[in-house]
């Protein structure tokens, strides 16, 4: 061989083998820059809540600031896709919700988190409120059915993308009595608070983390809880009686997390863990998330996976029952509950 395409050889050598050796180097210094955090919803919402709070403590974990981005719509899949197409290196993740458990049952996307490692679930609201504009003439949950079914298609009610919390209660009163409504979309929470407490719309199904401190100041009205129980002097809508086999399908909530693709290098997912389950140990965030109504969860890696598949079983059969789901989920691998 001549000496000059020896040289060549060593070199092309040399070059594959910083590159074979460059991925692992940077997954150990990780992180050596900032971190872009995408939430899936809009400022305000309970997504946006629980990870502005939840940030600042990951932060001082992971000795990086964490850069927030809202990316709102098309139920979380425009978040979620821009988080795909950037590098799985762990520099880009995502702080997102329940409702992408269920975007392949819904027909959004035809993908899941079956894409993504959960590094975190931080938290599931399963504290549901039914609020109502400040000035509306319905005191409960059985004074709203009742003019609802007297006059259907009159009330206007928030309601947000496919799998998100307002979707998923109508889809459980479907099943159990007539309620006819005009239906005003949202890009979550946020704005709809807005809306309803400027009376452009009337009533909605919120979580208590979005909604409690607006109830508080009276700004909000609420007439029902989705529970069996009272929650902070709010009525259980099981009170009305048509709504008492809902029952069946609670303890059901929103919950909150953290994701990276997979392809993510495990000594980055796993400096992410920690700096994520520290956070979550953090007796101010808890102490804000319990005080808005939000069960404390901090778990990750199969733990976290199992809680996905147990809420994506449940609430996948509920819409198929309903008649609300796209896709069968028996054709989707997802197994009764």
């Given at each position: 061989?001549?000496?000059?395409?020896?040289?060549?050889?060593?070199?092309?050598?040399?070059?594959?083998?910083?590159?074979?050796?460059?991925?692992?180097?940077?997954?150990?210094?990780?992180?050596?820059?900032?971190?872009?955090?995408?939430?899936?919803?809009?400022?305000?919402?309970?997504?946006?809540?629980?990870?502005?709070?939840?940030?600042?403590?990951?932060?001082?974990?992971?000795?990086?600031?964490?850069?927030?981005?809202?990316?709102?719509?098309?139920?979380?899949?425009?978040?979620?896709?821009?988080?795909?197409?950037?590098?799985?290196?762990?520099?880009?993740?995502?702080?997102?919700?329940?409702?992408?458990?269920?975007?392949?049952?819904?027909?959004?996307?035809?993908?899941?988190?079956?894409?993504?490692?959960?590094?975190?679930?931080?938290?599931?609201?399963?504290?549901?409120?039914?609020?109502?504009?400040?000035?509306?003439?319905?005191?409960?949950?059985?004074?709203?059915?009742?003019?609802?079914?007297?006059?259907?298609?009159?009330?206007?009610?928030?309601?947000?993308?496919?799998?998100?919390?307002?979707?998923?209660?109508?889809?459980?009163?479907s099943t159990l009595t007539k309620f006819e409504t005009i239906q005003v979309p949202f890009d979550g929470d946020g704005p709809a608070i807005a809306a309803l407490q400027g009376g452009h719309v009337d009533f909605g199904f919120i979580a208590s983390g979005s909604a409690i401190e607006h109830v508080k100041a009276g700004r909000l009205k609420a007439l029902g809880v989705l529970s069996d129980k009272p929650f902070q002097g709010i009525a259980p809508m099981t009170d009305a009686p048509s709504l008492r086999g809902i029952t069946k399908y609670l303890p059901w909530g929103s919950w909150y997390g953290v994701f990276v693709r997979k392809e993510t290098p495990e000594p980055v997912k796993?400096?992410?863990?920690?700096?994520?389950?520290?956070?979550?140990?953090?007796?101010?965030?808890?102490?804000?998330?319990?005080?808005?109504?939000?069960?404390?969860?901090?778990?990750?890696?199969?733990?976290?996976?199992?809680?996905?598949?147990?809420?994506?079983?449940?609430?996948?059969?509920?819409?198929?029952?309903?008649?609300?789901?796209?896709?069968?989920?028996?054709?989707?691998?997802?197994?009764?509950?």
């Amino acid at each position: 061989m001549q000496p000059f395409k020896r040289q060549l050889l060593g070199a092309a050598l040399a070059a594959a083998t910083l590159v074979g050796l460059s991925a692992p180097a940077q997954a150990q210094n990780y992180p050596e820059r900032d971190v872009t955090a995408v939430i899936q919803w809009g400022a305000g919402g309970g997504t946006d809540v629980a990870m502005r709070g939840y940030a600042p403590y990951a932060e001082e974990a992971l000795g990086r600031k964490i850069v927030l981005q809202n990316k709102p719509g098309a139920s979380g899949a425009i978040g979620a896709n821009f988080v795909l197409q950037q590098p799985a290196d762990g520099y880009t993740i995502l702080m997102g919700a329940e409702p992408q458990s269920l975007f392949r049952v819904m027909g959004v996307a035809d993908f899941d988190y079956d894409r993504f490692t959960p590094i975190n679930i931080a938290a599931v609201a399963n504290t549901i409120l039914l609020v109502a504009r400040p000035d509306a003439p319905w005191a409960n949950t059985q004074d709203l059915l009742s003019f609802v079914q007297a006059n259907p298609k009159k009330a206007k009610q928030y309601l947000a993308g496919q799998g998100t919390v307002p979707f998923t209660i109508n889809a459980m009163m479907s099943t159990l009595t007539k309620f006819e409504t005009i239906q005003v979309p949202f890009d979550g929470d946020g704005p709809a608070i807005a809306a309803l407490q400027g009376g452009h719309v009337d009533f909605g199904f919120i979580a208590s983390g979005s909604a409690i401190e607006h109830v508080k100041a009276g700004r909000l009205k609420a007439l029902g809880v989705l529970s069996d129980k009272p929650f902070q002097g709010i009525a259980p809508m099981t009170d009305a009686p048509s709504l008492r086999g809902i029952t069946k399908y609670l303890p059901w909530g929103s919950w909150y997390g953290v994701f990276v693709r997979k392809e993510t290098p495990e000594p980055v997912k796993a400096k992410l863990i920690a700096a994520f389950k520290k956070a979550g140990e953090n007796p101010q965030y808890r102490s804000m998330m319990e005080g808005r109504g939000t069960t404390m969860l901090n778990i990750s890696g199969a733990e976290a996976e199992a809680f996905i598949k147990k809420f994506q079983s449940t609430t996948a059969w509920l819409y198929q029952g309903a008649g609300a789901a796209k896709k069968d989920p028996a054709t989707l691998g997802i197994a009764k509950p």
